[in-house]
């Protein structure tokens, strides 16, 4: 079973840049597909992003597309999601998630078995 810990979040400005980590521990990591998800309040979870085990292919939600970038590094069990011109509609809970699927990585909730405990991340105007 594998842990996941985000971290890197915080409070920044309009326009600001933001890297968060996700560190798995337990589990394969390197054998994972991983997606970035995120959840402002009152709202439902929402894709963001998401990367295949090997690195290859990525997706994005068409709000991140140019300004957010995934990336993964297997060797250090850890997911990145590097984030730039954000805006305060970025303001949520950021949540990495794992599954065990290979192929195309998936953009729903429930194609996700892993999750993390989330790291608030707060844009003001």
């Known amino acids: 079973q594998v842990q996941l810990v985000e971290s890197g979040g915080g409070l920044v400005q309009t326009g600001d840049s933001l890297r968060l980590s996700c560190t798995a521990s337990?589990?394969?990591?390197?054998?994972?597909?991983m997606g970035w998800f995120r959840q402002a309040p009152g709202n439902e979870r929402e894709f963001v992003a998401a990367?295949?085990?090997?690195?290859?292919?990525?997706r994005y939600a068409e709000s991140a597309k140019g300004r957010f970038t995934i990336s993964r590094d297997n060797a250090k069990n850890t997911l990145y999601l590097q984030m730039s011109a954000l805006k305060p509609a970025d303001t949520a809970v950021y949540l990495c998630?794992?599954?065990?699927?290979?192929?195309?990585?998936?953009?729903?909730?429930?194609?996700?078995?892993?999750w993390g405990q989330g790291t608030q991340v707060t844009v003001s105007s």
């Open positions: 998630a794992a599954n065990s699927l290979w192929g195309q990585p998936g953009t729903l909730v429930s194609e996700y078995e892993y």
């Open positions: 990367i295949p085990w090997g690195g290859g292919t990525t």
């Open positions: 337990r589990g394969t990591f390197s054998t994972k597909t």
